[in-house]
């Protein structure tokens, strides 16, 4: 009988120090995440010097809640996975070093984790990957469409030429005056408003599933300044509504041709936009009644930064017997590439 798997994950790309055991790739033994947004917010976003200091603070507390979940020791551990990049370079040598500590001090193997690779995997905690897949990735700082033919194979079909979808949220937030981060605001106002304020989309070439996101967002931040200096007054809910409409038909336009064209199995959302309402309710509407496609949604507390999908896809690199070496370096321009 097969050994079972046992992959302790670490992830402080941006500003969340989380640690996590995940076992056979697809089972959440432990996931323990320390937010840091309370020290970020008076600065409207992520200040790079304070996460660093966080993460130094937190990892020894957040590892060992990790490992006290578990109710493991470290000589039932397979591997140690943590985030190579991208991200904050400070952010990241902190998880980067301390996975280094313990896989040499525990004699085990290290394994470098793309964290856009993690944010796909997460999917994997709910249900079992099908190939062929789209991935569509939506977070701070990513916005893609990444074909999979099969575990460890990423192309990107598509992403932004400007702003994230993610970031061009907390900025129309931050226009609106709403604390960081802003997605979660935007999206309880838009909720409650009509989407009656029109707005551009922006599609590109035809065929292209690339994105652009800079040209809504100053379009939003035109109509509120133009408003404001005529002393008309816009309901900032209509705004959330009509900015929310333009983001998600295109999000999901384009991944519907996407998993069309590319005859995939599956579409995995992935990213801290994926908790998004209107977008996970856009998604299920698209794809309900498509039975050759099956759309997976992770649950909210999977779709934000966690390191238990940091094992999640440091299980596949740990099966294709790939390691790190002690000298691996965080790496905040990182690209996605297959395994
Ligand atoms: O993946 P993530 O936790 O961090 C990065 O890797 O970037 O994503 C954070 C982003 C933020 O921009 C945040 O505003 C956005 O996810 N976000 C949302 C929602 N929840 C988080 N955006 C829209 N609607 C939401 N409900
Ligand atoms: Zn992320």
Redesign the pocket.
């Known amino acids: 009988m097969k050994q079972d798997q046992y992959i302790l994950a670490i992830e402080t790309?941006?500003d969340e120090t989380a640690a996590a055991i995940v076992k056979n790739g697809h089972e959440i033994v432990a996931n323990v995440v320390s937010s840091q947004i309370e020290s970020h917010k008076r600065f409207g976003g992520v200040v790079p010097e304070i996460a660093s200091r966080h993460h130094v603070e937190q990892m020894t507390l957040v590892l060992q809640e990790t490992m006290e979940q578990s109710g493991l020791t470290f000589d039932q551990l397979s591997g140690i996975a943590v985030t190579e990049g991208p991200g904050l370079v400070g952010a990241l040598l902190i998880g980067v070093n301390a996975a280094k500590a313990l896989a040499f001090s525990k004699g085990l193997p290290l394994i470098g984790v793309h964290?856009i690779a993690g944010?796909i995997y997460a999917n994997q905690l709910v249900a079992e990957m099908k190939f062929p897949l789209i991935a569509l990735v939506v977070?701070?700082?990513?916005t893609e469409l990444v074909y999979m033919k099969e575990h460890g194979s990423f192309e990107v079909i598509g992403e932004t030429l400007d702003d994230a979808a993610?970031?061009a949220?907390?900025k129309v937030a931050r226009t609106l005056k709403l604390p960081y981060?802003?997605?979660?605001h935007?999206?309880r106002l838009a909720k409650e408003g009509e989407p009656v304020i029109k707005l551009p989309r922006a599609w590109l070439e035809e065929g292209s599933y690339d994105f652009s996101f800079s040209g809504l967002k100053s379009a939003v931040i035109n109509t509120l300044h133009n408003a404001e200096q005529k002393g008309v007054h816009i309901e900032p809910k209509d705004l959330a509504a009509s900015f929310q409409e333009s983001v998600i038909e295109v999000l999901v336009t384009k991944t519907l041709k996407a998993a069309e064209q590319y005859k995939v199995k599956q579409v995995l959302l992935a990213?801290?936009?994926a908790?998004?309402?209107g977008l996970r309710n856009a998604l299920k509407e698209a794809f309900g009644h498509k039975e050759s496609i099956e759309l997976v949604i992770p649950p909210l507390s999977l779709c934000?930064?966690n390191a238990a999908m940091i094992a999640a896809a440091g299980s596949v690199v740990f099966e294709k017997g790939i390691r790190s070496k002690m000298d691996m370096n965080a790496n905040p321009g990182l690209e996605l590439t297959s395994y």
């Open positions: 790309s941006c964290h944010h977070s701070g700082g990513h993610g970031e949220y907390d981060p802003g997605g979660p935007i999206d990213g801290g936009v908790a998004n309402s934000t930064d």
